[in-house]
């Protein structure tokens, strides 16, 4: 019978890595991976488009940068939940926090027009537009969220 192992998905994959139990696992890197938020990434002759699939997060919780062509998109997220009997802020008997982050990177092409880049948020999914340029324009500057 198999042992059930209950996981945190906030952890390292240095934890599973280390762990002798899953050492010789082939598996570790891909449940690694479900923590980052998954992208899908598409061309045409006009733009680049990236869809990052984030559900629970705020357009507020965004930072989208572009500086020296590498596109670095980073959420967090804090949520606190009380819950009072007595109505009294000190006096709880429950209080929960949730934390959620994430930050990935991606090197852009020489010919993604760095200073249109665009961006909105909307029912769980960054769309990030990168247009394309024959003439290569670099910019730093962070990305407003729509």
Do not use: C
């Amino acid at each position: 019978m198999a042992n059930i192992i209950k996981r945190n998905r906030s952890t390292s994959p240095l934890i599973d890595f280390f762990n002798p139990d899953y050492f010789f696992d082939n598996n570790w890197q891909s449940r690694w991976e479900k923590d980052f938020p998954a992208v899908n990434i598409a061309e045409n002759e006009k733009n680049y488009s990236l869809e990052v699939i984030a559900p629970g997060f705020h357009k507020e919780d965004f930072k989208l940068k572009v500086d020296d062509d590498v596109l670095v998109i980073s959420a967090e997220s804090k949520t606190e939940h009380k819950e009072d009997g007595n109505g009294k802020e000190k006096d709880y008997t429950r209080r929960e926090y949730s934390y959620n982050s994430f930050t990935r990177s991606f090197q852009l092409p020489d010919n993604v027009k760095d200073d249109s880049i665009s961006a909105d948020y909307k029912d769980g999914i960054l769309n990030i537009e990168l247009p394309k340029s024959k003439v290569q324009v670099k910019a730093t500057k962070e990305i407003a969220i729509k």
